[in-house]
C-alpha cells in the first residue's frame, strides 16, 4: 500500500474509532490489506478463499480500490438448534426497527398478538428515520382519494396501474408482488396515521411529517418523529423491545424457523421464540464488499462508498440464505448524487449522505468527464428526465448521465467563491448546505458546520484544493492541459451569461466562474443508495427456497427481500424507482409480513 492510502487510513481510523465501538464489531475497519471483514458472523474463510479474492479483484473496474474481498463474508449462515430453553417467547420476533420493523411490531400488538423486537442498534429507526417522507405512487389512501390523486390518472385502477409500471421494470417484476403491496400501500397509510403522534400531510404522491412542513422538525431525520411514535406506541401496547441486541443465527426445528439466536446488549447469547415466525426487517447489504460482489457487482464499478447506513452488513439475508433460500433482483440497487473517493482515500466504506461536503458536491459546478466533456445536469425544468412517474425530480436522472463517463468517475472544479456560490444556485435541499439547525435532533450523524465538513474532507484528500489549475489536475488525475482548457471554455460561457452548449442547459444563475484561487475539485462517482437483490418472497412476504417451497415460520420485508425493482435494474437516481421509495415500502412490506405471520 502506498504512504499515502496507508496516512489516510489512519486519519480515519483515528476519526471514526467510536463510531466502530458502538458497532461491537458487526463492522471492521478496512485492513492494510484493503479487505472489508464483518465480525463474528461467519466461519472464517474457506481454503480456497485466497483465490476467491483474485476471482472477486479480477471482474472489478481498477479504480485502486475493492481489490481485496473476503469471498467468505458472502458465505450462509447456518441455523442453530432450539436451546434447552428459551430466554423469551412471543407470536412474533421481529429482527430490526426501521419503519419495516415498526410495522409489524404495532401490526402485532393491535391486533393482540406478541412481539419480541431485537434491534442491534442503541435507538430504534434504523435508516428509515433519515428518510425525508413517504413515496406512494399508486393512490389509494384517504387523503389521496380526498385529492382525487392516482396514478396513472384518477380514479384508483390497479390494472391500469399495473400496466403503467410493469414497463418500467422491463417487465422483470414478480407482478403479483407488485400488485398486493400497491393494493396494501394507501391502507398503510392510513392505519400508520391512526397511531397517536403520527402527523403526515399529504402532498400527492407524496407524504411527509407535519413538523418538517412546518420547519418545527428538519427534513434531516424527517421520519424520526413517526419512527419515534410509532416505537411508543408500540412499546406502551406491551411489545417487548430489546436494543443493542445482534441476530447471529436462525433457530430452526423440523425444518421450520422458530426462533433467533442472538446476542444481547451485555454480550451473552439468549434465544427468542417466535411462535408463528421471525420476521427479517434489517436492510440491505451496501456495506458488505462480498455480497455486492456476488449479487450487485455493476454497483462496485460505480460506487466510491457504501450503506445508506453504516450497520447494512448483511448478516440476516446470509441466515436466509443458510436455509437454502433464493435470491431475487440480481444486479439490482440505486445510487446517489456525489460519491467521494471515500474508500480509496480513507479506507471508510461509509459516508454520511446529508455531510455538508456532499452536499456541496451535488451542486452544478463546472462538471466535465476525463475528456474534458462537460457532463449534463437533468433538472433545468424541475420535471423528471427518467422514468417518468416521479415528477418534479428532474435530478434522478443526473448519476445515470454522470457515472456512464469513462471510468464511471466525473469532475467537479470551483473556486473558492464557493461558500457564497453554492447558495446561488437554488438547488433543493439535498443540494444547499444547511445553515440553521436549530431544528436539527441533537446527537444525529449530522454535524451542523457544513464549512467544518467541506475542510474536512479536504484534510481526507476527497476534495482537493490547490494554487494552480496544473496542481489541481495532477491530484485529480487530468490533464493539466484539458482541464485547462475546459475552465476557460466554461468562464467564457459564464462571462456570457448563457449556456449555449447542452441539451438541457444550465439555468444563468448556475453559471458561476471559476477564476480565484485557491481553486477545489472533487472526482466522483455515486453513493450506493440501497442494495434492491435480497431474499424471494412471496406476495405476503414469506421467503422462498430455491425450489420454489415457502420456508415454514420466515418472512422478509423491503430491502432485506429483494426483488422490487425486478432483475438488473441499475437505478442511479437520487430516488429508486420503486412505486413507494425505500421509506414506505419497508413500512408496507413490514405490515404485510406481520399480517401474513399473524393469520
Known amino acids: ?79 442453530v438448534d432450539p436451546p434447552a430453553t428459551w430466554d423469551g417467547e412471543a407470536d412474533i420476533v421481529v429482527v430490526g426497527t426501521g419503519g419495516g420493523g415498526l410495522s409489524a411490531m404495532n401490526y402485532a400488538v393491535d391486533n393482540g398478538s406478541t412481539v419480541i423486537a431485537i434491534e442491534k442498534n442503541a435507538e430504534i429507526g434504523g435508516a428509515t428515520q433519515h428518510a425525508a417522507g413517504w413515496f406512494l405512487l399508486p393512490g389509494g389512501s384517504k387523503d389521496q382519494e380526498a385529492l382525487q390523486y392516482a396514478y396513472p390518472s384518477y380514479p384508483f385502477d390497479i390494472n391500469a396501474f399495473m400496466r403503467a409500471i410493469l414497463p418500467n421494470y422491463q417487465f422483470s417484476i414478480d407482478d403479483e408482488l407488485l400488485k398486493n403491496i400497491a393494493l396494501k400501500a394507501g391502507g398503510v397509510m392510513d392505519w400508520l396515521q391512526e397511531h397517536d403522534g403520527v402527523e403526515m400531510t399529504c ?67 439468549v434465544h427468542y421464540r417466535g411462535k408463528r415466525g421471525v420476521i427479517l426487517c434489517s436492510g440491505g447489504f451496501g456495506m458488505n464488499l462480498a455480497m455486492m460482489e456476488k449479487y450487485v457487482p455493476t454497483a462496485l464499478n460505480v460506487a466510491t462508498f457504501g450503506g445508506p447506513m453504516f450497520y447494512h452488513t448483511g448478516e440476516c439475508t446470509r441466515m436466509a440464505l443458510g436455509l437454502n433460500a433464493d435470491m431475487s433482483g440480481h444486479d439490482s440497487w440505486c445510487g446517489w448524487l456525489a460519491g467521494f473517493e471515500e474508500y480509496q482515500e480513507t479506507g ?149 451569461g448563457e449556456d449555449t452548449e447542452m441539451v438541457y442547459p444550465y439555468n444563468p444563475n448556475w453559471l458561476t466562474p471559476v477564476q480565484k484561487p485557491p481553486y477545489y475539485g472533487a472526482r466522483l462517482g455515486t453513493s450506493l443508495g440501497k442494495t434492491m437483490c435480497g431474499v424471494r418472497v412471496t406476495p405476503s412476504m414469506e421467503v422462498v427456497n430455491a425450489d420454489g417451497k415457502i420456508i415454514e415460520g420466515l418472512y422478509a ?26 421509506n414506505a415500502m419497508s413500512w408496507t412490506t413490514g405490515y404485510i409480513a406481520a399480517e401474513a405471520a399473524l393469520q
Open 203 to 269: 402532498r400527492g404522491q407524496a407524504f411527509m411529517d407535519t413538523k418538517v412542513i412546518s420547519g418545527e422538525h428538519s427534513q434531516i431525520l424527517g421520519m424520526q418523529p413517526t419512527c419515534l411514535a410509532m416505537g411508543a406506541c408500540a412499546t406502551k401496547k406491551g411489545a417487548d423491545l430489546r436494543t443493542n441486541t445482534t441476530c447471529t443465527a436462525l433457530v430452526v426445528e423440523n425444518g421450520k424457523v422458530v426462533g433467533v439466536q442472538a446476542t444481547d446488549k451485555d454480550g451473552a447469547t
Open 348 to 496: 471508510e466504506f461509509w459516508h454520511y449522505f446529508w455531510d455538508g461536503a456532499t452536499q456541496l458536491c451535488r451542486n452544478v459546478w463546472l462538471t466535465i468527464d476525463k475528456r474534458g466533456r462537460r457532463v449534463p445536469y437533468y433538472a433545468t425544468d424541475g420535471k423528471q428526465v427518467c422514468p417518468d412517474f416521479y415528477g418534479g425530480m428532474g435530478d434522478t436522472g443526473v448519476v445515470a448521465a454522470q457515472v456512464s463517463r469513462m471510468g464511471n468517475r466525473y469532475y467537479q472544479v470551483f473556486d473558492s467563491n464557493y461558500p457564497e456560490d453554492v447558495f446561488a444556485h437554488g438547488l433543493s435541499a439535498s443540494a444547499s448546505p444547511v445553515t440553521n439547525t436549530d431544528n436539527v435532533p441533537k446527537g444525529s450523524l449530522f454535524s451542523g458546520d457544513w464549512l467544518g465538513d467541506v475542510e474536512k474532507a479536504i484534510d481526507r484528500g476527497v476534495i482537493k484544493k490547490a494554487d494552480t489549475l496544473d496542481e489541481l489536475a495532477d491530484m485529480l488525475g487530468l490533464d493539466p492541459e484539458v482541464l485547462k482548457e475546459s475552465v476557460a471554455h466554461w468562464n467564457e460561457l459564464c462571462e456570457q
Open 1 to 79: 500500500m502506498n504512504e499515502k492510502k496507508s496516512e489516510g487510513m489512519d486519519r480515519e481510523m483515528d476519526r471514526g474509532m467510536d463510531r466502530r465501538a458502538f458497532l461491537k464489531g458487526a463492522l471492521a475497519t478496512a485492513a492494510a490489506s484493503g479487505a472489508f471483514a464483518l465480525g463474528g458472523c461467519a466461519p472464517a474463510g474457506s481454503a480456497d478463499a485466497s483465490s476467491d479474492k483474485e476471482a472477486a479483484g479480477a471482474n472489478l473496474v481498477d479504480h485502486g480500490v475493492f481489490k481485496s474481498i473476503d469471498m467468505a463474508e458472502a458465505e450462509p449462515i447456518a441455523p
Open 557 to 582: 420485508n423491503f430491502s432485506t427481500a429483494g426483488g422490487m425493482v425486478g432483475e438488473s435494474n441499475y437505478c442511479t437516481g437520487l430516488y429508486n424507482t420503486t412505486i413507494l421509495g425505500g
